[in-house]
């Protein structure tokens, strides 16, 4: 597990291989991601986007953007958390991702971005 604070969000991130997947006559290589966001400060924030720099050793750098996180943007009350879950498909057994989450302070209105820390994307042979 990797973890991170910015500004008292703290944002903790574990991964799971789930196996080979065949699509379009390609393999890729599937892994799911699992985070947690806790809001360890005084203040009222709401995650408003995402940015993630998705790392394939056989590809180009993926850039994906959007509003929320699985189609929400929770708002986080002080000592509230967050989870979900999420995943992508590569197409080498070895990938890593990171990122930022865009927020909103409720109580003073000032945007920041709050750092998912990078974290690995590999199969477990290759984690020994």
Known sequence: ??????????????TKYNGT???NHKLYYVFAYFITIENKSSETVKL???FWKIFDSLNQTEIVSGEGVIGQTPTLKPNDVYSYSSGCFLESNIGAMKGFYTMINLDTFEQFK?????FQLTTPILSN
């Open 48 to 50: 408003t986007d995402r």
């Open 114 to 118: 709050v750092i998912i820390p990078t």
């Open 21 to 23: 997947n065949y699509s």
């Open 1 to 14: 597990m990797v973890q991170q604070i910015t500004k008292g969000i703290k944002i903790s991130v574990k």
